[in-house]
């Protein structure tokens, strides 16, 4: 999932625009620093990475990886400070810290001379009850994900879900959508994954997010770009939000900062 984001990052420095002329100038070609980061009440989810983009006139594919910045994170309800380190094995860095619900957090990054942060505060956790497989109408080896969870009354909520395979060896790629509480069945109190399809006896484990607006609108924008990438559209097709809107701030970064429980739930399709 991180590389697709990486590449998509990648794609929206250069194609910013649909009616925007563009006049390559390759001597001025500029890298730019994207951020992936996740800060959770589980050290197993949590993470940062830095990376920086390709030029205009190297291969879209594969990222370059910023290994020596200095990353942090301060809790500002506490003044505390908790360092990350750079991980070779999940290539981005890693602490051994949970995060509390209604603590303020600011990220903070050092990386090539570039200062870096975002400040969240940490949502609250929505239990997630239950996720079951359903078939589709048009093949019943072919599923979709419902999901009952228990969505705060009288407020409007957003949600990010992450569906990765069980096995960090599978083929399989990992998924990701983004829902808010106005798509949710009041009557069967589900939200139903229609986006993504799945294949019976495969597994699956599902992480919830519940973000902020903010975040929500960056992968919502992500997500469309994907899967016009994927029909063969232009990134941008369709999108009334324009360029996903970075939650880092920094001189020509893109990237997000979520501060969010999770809930995690393994699943087997069709079972």
Same mark, same amino acid.
């Given at each position: 999932?991180?590389?697709?984001?990486?590449?998509?990052?990648?794609?929206?420095?250069?194609?910013?625009?649909?009616?925007?002329?563009?006049?390559?100038? $390759?001597? +001025?070609?500029?890298?730019?620093? *994207?951020?992936?980061?996740?800060?959770?009440?589980?050290? @197993?989810? *949590?993470?940062?990475?830095?990376?920086? *983009?390709?030029?205009?006139?190297? %291969?879209?594919?594969?990222?370059?990886?910023?290994? #020596?910045?200095?990353?942090?994170?301060?809790?500002?309800?506490?003044?505390?400070?908790?360092?990350?380190?750079? +991980? #070779?094995?999940?290539?981005?860095?890693?602490?051994?810290?949970?995060?509390?619900?209604?603590?303020?957090?600011?990220? #903070?990054?050092?990386?090539?001379?570039?200062?870096?942060?975002?400040?969240?505060?940490?949502?609250?956790?929505?239990?997630?009850? !239950?996720?079951?497989?359903?078939?589709?109408?048009?093949?019943?080896?072919?599923?979709?994900?419902?999901?009952?969870? +228990?969505?705060? %009354?009288?407020?409007?909520?957003?949600?990010?879900? &992450?569906?990765? =395979? &069980?096995?960090?060896?599978?083929?399989?790629? $990992? !998924?990701?959508?983004?829902?808010?509480?106005?798509?949710?069945?009041?009557?069967?109190?589900? &939200?139903? &994954?229609?986006?993504?399809?799945? +294949?019976?006896?495969?597994?699956?484990?599902?992480? @919830?997010?519940?973000?902020?607006?903010?975040? @929500?609108?960056?992968?919502?924008?992500?997500?469309?770009?994907?899967?016009?990438?994927?029909?063969?559209?232009? $990134?941008?097709?369709?999108?009334?939000?324009?360029? =996903?809107?970075?939650?880092?701030?920094?001189?020509?970064?893109?990237?997000?900062?979520?501060?969010? $429980?999770?809930?995690? *739930? =393994?699943? !087997?399709?069709?079972?």
């Amino acid at each position: 999932m991180k590389l697709k984001f990486f590449v998509l990052i990648s794609l929206f420095w250069l194609l910013n625009s649909c009616e925007k002329k563009i006049i390559l100038h $390759p001597e +001025n070609s500029e890298q730019k620093l *994207s951020v992936e980061a996740i800060f959770s009440d589980s050290p @197993f989810v *949590s993470y940062v990475r830095v990376t920086k *983009s390709k030029s205009i006139y190297q %291969p879209i594919t594969g990222h370059e990886q910023i290994t #020596d910045a200095d990353v942090k994170i301060i809790d500002l309800t506490t003044n505390d400070t908790i360092p990350f380190v750079y +991980n #070779d094995d999940s290539e981005n860095y890693k602490a051994a810290a949970a995060g509390l619900e209604g603590h303020q957090y600011r990220l #903070d990054i050092m990386a090539q001379g570039h200062h870096l942060t975002s400040t969240k505060t940490m949502m609250t956790k929505v239990n997630l009850d !239950r996720v079951i497989s359903v078939p589709t109408e048009e093949d019943p080896n072919v599923y979709y994900l419902k999901m009952q969870f +228990n969505d705060p %009354p009288e407020q409007q909520d957003y949600y990010l879900i &992450i569906i990765q =395979p &069980i096995d960090p060896n599978s083929e399989l790629e $990992p !998924r990701f959508s983004v829902m808010s509480d106005m798509t949710y069945d009041c009557e069967e109190k589900t &939200i139903s &994954i229609t986006d993504e399809f799945f +294949n019976k006896d495969e597994d699956w484990m599902v992480l @919830f997010f519940h973000i902020d607006r903010e975040n @929500f609108n960056y992968f919502k924008v992500i997500h469309r770009a994907m899967k016009n990438l994927m029909n063969g559209a232009h $990134p941008f097709y369709g999108l009334s939000l324009g360029n =996903p809107q970075s939650t880092i701030d920094g001189d020509q970064t893109l990237g997000y900062f979520i501060t969010s $429980p999770v809930m995690i *739930s =393994p699943i !087997r399709i069709g079972n």
